[in-house]
Structures are given as structure tokens and as C-alpha cells.
T-cell receptor
Framework: GQNIDQPTEMTATEGAIVQINCTYQ??????LFWYQQHAGEAPTFLSY????GLEEKGRFSSFLSRSKGYSYLLLKELQMKDSASYLC?????????????FGTGTRLKVLA | DGGITQSPKYLFRKEGQNVTLSCEQN?????MYWYRQDPGQGLRLIYY???????QKGDIAEGYSVSREKKESFPLTVTSAQKNPTAFYLC??????????????FGNGTRLTVT
């Protein structure tokens, strides 16, 4: 089956670093994506991993371990505008078609 | 500018009525997707299509129907058989050819309320 797990909620302080974890189980793993979603808006793409290791993009980094079915999103120098939900999504190539499967999202609150 | 257009942004319907949500993209993407999001929840896949005139059921297809007669368009019909249709509906597309790391691009969503 397919399953993606993330913590429901996290709280951090402005200027700090926060790590949001994601574990997954899929039959046809073909990449892992992180999205940011502000309340009432569409998700926006943050990062992508298909090979093991760390991808860095400014204040955001994402890590993947395929053998452990594990990823994390690291947000540095937190700002108030980073308060949002962060969605982990796996692209699955089971049965020859691309599906993007999402976790339930992690709601991050950044406090002043 | 290329993008995905969903209309309308807000939609109100009476119970028992079918309603069709529009999704148009000019990104020249082959694949298109419909997701449903309930308050405080993640995205659940309703239907997806990799090419014109072909589509597959996602995890929660019951009570929904789609068509893919043109590459640019992937309308979703919420039928009266859908038990809890009130939700935020998101359409997305991706490039499945060549671009290995192609993410999903989302429209701005349609918030459907059925009373």
C-alpha cells in the first residue's frame, strides 16, 4: 500500500531552525516533493529529491534516504511568513502512470 | 504567462445537483490531476489523466466524473452521488516527458459549498 506520515503541528520561534520529517511507503517511488501551503491558497512547490542526500535552496533544504523511506524539510532563519502548512508528496510510478500522493501536511506556527 | 486556471473560485450548490468545475492549463503539460482538500487535511487524489482521452481513478473517485477531450482541459463533475461534496478542489498538471523532476503545478482552487 501507500502511506505518508508527517507530524500534524509544529511550533518554532522566529529566527530559529525547524526540521519537518516525512516517512513514506510506496511501491513505485519516483521522487519526493515538498510544498508550502498558506491557509486558503494553493500549494506552492519548494523542493524535490529523487536521489539520497541533501538539496539546498536558500533558507530551505530537503533530505532524502530512500532505503529508510525518510525525508525532512529544514527551514532556517525562520520568518513569520513561514507560518503555513508543509506538504510532503511522493511521486509513484506504480502501474505505469505517475501519481502524486500527499501526506496530511504539517502546520507550522512561527512565533515572534 | 503560463499557468492553470480554475473557475469559479467559489461555488454554491443545492444538494442533489450535479456541478462541473473547470480546469484549463496552457503549460503544454500532458498530465492533469484533481485533488480534494478538507479543512486541516492533506490532498486526496480524485482522478488523474496522463494523456488525452484517457484517465484513471484516484483514491476517492466515487461520486465524481471527469473527461479529457483536449490536452488543455480537465473538467471535474461532482455528482449527486458524492456524499460529502463540500470541500476545496485543486486541479494540477505536470510535465511527464523529459523533465524528470517536474513538480505539480496547481491552480488557485475552487471552494465548493453544497447545502
Amino acid at each position: 500500500g501507500q502511506n505518508i506520515d508527517q507530524p500534524t503541528e509544529m511550533t518554532a520561534t522566529e529566527g530559529a531552525i525547524v526540521q519537518i520529517n516525512c516517512t513514506y511507503q510506496t511501491s513505485g517511488f519516483n521522487g519526493l516533493f515538498w510544498y508550502q501551503q498558506h491557509a486558503g491558497e494553493a500549494p506552492t512547490f519548494l523542493s524535490y529529491n529523487v536521489l539520497d542526500g541533501l538539496e539546498e535552496k536558500g533558507r530551505f533544504s530537503s533530505f532524502l534516504s530512500r532505503s529508510k523511506g525518510y525525508s525532512y524539510l529544514l527551514l532556517k532563519e525562520l520568518q513569520m511568513k513561514d507560518s503555513a502548512s508543509y506538504l510532503c508528496a511522493v511521486r509513484d510510478l506504480g502501474s505505469g502512470t505517475y501519481k502524486y500522493i500527499f501526506g496530511t501536511g504539517t502546520r507550522l506556527k512561527v512565533l515572534a | 504567462d503560463g499557468g492553470i486556471t480554475q473557475s469559479p473560485k467559489y461555488l454554491f450548490r443545492k444538494e442533489g445537483q450535479n456541478v462541473t468545475l473547470s480546469c484549463e492549463q496552457n503549460l503544454n503539460h500532458d498530465a492533469m490531476y484533481w485533488y480534494r482538500q478538507d479543512p486541516g487535511q492533506g490532498l486526496r487524489l480524485i482522478y488523474y489523466s496522463q494523456i488525452v482521452n484517457d484517465f484513471q481513478k484516484g483514491d476517492i473517485a466515487e461520486g465524481y466524473s471527469v473527461s479529457r477531450e483536449k490536452k488543455e482541459s480537465f473538467p471535474l463533475t461532482v455528482t449527486s452521488a458524492q456524499k460529502n461534496p463540500t470541500a476545496f478542489y485543486l486541479c494540477a498538471s505536470s510535465n511527464t516527458r523529459g523533465s524528470y523532476n517536474s513538480p505539480l503545478h496547481f491552480g488557485n482552487g475552487t471552494r465548493l459549498t453544497v447545502t
